[in-house]
């Protein structure tokens, strides 16, 4: 009977979890027949709690970093030894902790080593300028121990093999599952009142990596231009999250195109991409960008950050523009030549050639885990 050892011990928000939950419920039915030993170490197993797997929870204080690591490079270990033998330790979160396993392997989605972060992070996000100053000193830790890295993305496997030296071969990109979830909502949940206002929305988690002053600035320009009667920008934020958004809201509030709309639920966010005219999507730093693939079903244009994530993410998409992340006046220019209805600046995104090791579901990336 082979042991397969899943750590996850951070992961309980967000898209993260939800990387835990697939793995999870894949690996449940795996061992339908219980010929696998499967172990699964949580941060809280009610979050992804699944038949045919034994679970460990590590509900220790999350702030603090020291637990953190003793955790990952101490009580890991007594664990890998209290399990022996293990036939493969995946660690779902970044970090490769020091284990006696026979094979080894991560999953690598911080892409924080490619920020470059500013002052307004240290003030608003020291937590978000930290991830950008050490994330590569995280990854570096016991990385040669394992036998695969787990990416996203090609840029990311790219970046990591010269950063550690390390054979692409060695770097598997695991892409995540396209969403097409429009087919899902009722058509009348999609209906959406006729109007001559120009709908841009920008979905995004309330984090100043997101870069939503981009387009504020952007609203304000089109705004001073006498446009704000034409247009309104829909941002999935209240203003009232964090430091860094009552400081947008504070600055921007008196912008009357631009609407604070808070948390929508994909139902609620789906009937805002599909009044939408276009997308909009600054954000700096991403290991996908997932409401672009969630656009994609639209078929409308796309307004997105001029760095490799987008291209990755908008791979095959009709009517996609790019621009530098800092640059509020070439975003304006684009916003008003599709407010006028021009759009012949859009091109067609080609498909991205992915590098092997390639792999598009969990069953083949187990079988080559476990190879």
Avoid at 28 to 44: C, F
């Amino acid at each position: 009977m082979k042991t397969i050892v899943v750590s996850a011990v951070n992961l309980n928000v967000g898209g993260t979890l939800k990387i835990l939950n697939e793995c999870l419920k894949f690996l449940s039915g795996l061992n339908q027949n219980s010929e696998y030993r499967i172990v699964a170490l949580v941060y809280d197993k009610t979050l992804c709690q699944y038949p045919n797997i034994d679970y460990i929870e590590t509900k220790w204080p999350k702030k603090r970093w020291i637990n953190r690591l003793w955790y990952e490079y101490v009580s890991m270990k007594k664990i890998s030894v209290s399990l022996s033998p293990v036939d493969l330790w995946f660690s779902l979160h970044d970090t490769s902790p020091t284990v006696k396993v026979k094979k080894q392997a991560v999953y690598c989605h911080n892409s924080f080593f490619a920020y470059k972060w500013k002052m307004k992070d240290l003030l608003f996000a020291p937590k978000i300028a930290l991830f950008a100053m050490f994330t590569r000193y995280i990854y570096k830790k016991n990385i040669n121990k394992n036998r695969y890295l787990v990416v996203q993305q090609n840029w990311f496997k790219k970046s990591m093999s010269e950063m550690f030296d390390l054979p692409l071969n060695k770097i598997i990109i695991f892409p995540p599952n396209q969403p097409h979830l429009k087919s899902t909502i009722k058509e009348s949940d999609l209906e959406t009142k006729n109007s001559n206002v120009k709908s841009f929305v920008f979905p995004a988690a309330p984090d100043s990596h997101k870069n939503f002053e981009a387009i504020l600035k952007a609203a304000e320009i089109l705004e001073k231009d006498h446009l704000g009667n034409s247009f309104e920008v829909v941002l999935t934020i209240s203003g009232e999250e964090n430091a860094y958004t009552k400081w947008l809201r504070k600055k921007w509030n008196h912008l009357t195109c631009v609407r604070f709309v808070g948390y929508l639920s994909i139902r609620d966010l789906y009937r805002y991409y599909n009044g939408a005219e276009a997308l909009i999507y600054p954000s700096k730093v991403e290991s996908w960008g997932l409401p672009i693939s969630e656009f994609l079903e639209f078929d409308k244009p796309m307004l997105l950050a001029d760095l490799p994530y987008a291209y990755e993410a908008a791979s095959g998409a009709n009517k996609v523009a790019y621009f530098e992340p800092n640059n509020a006046i070439k975003l304006a220019n684009m916003m008003a030549s599709i407010i006028n209805g021009d759009t012949s600046f859009l091109k067609k995104q080609g498909e991205q050639k992915l590098e092997d090791p390639v792999v598009y579901n969990w069953n083949d990336l187990f079988s080559l885990l476990l190879k």
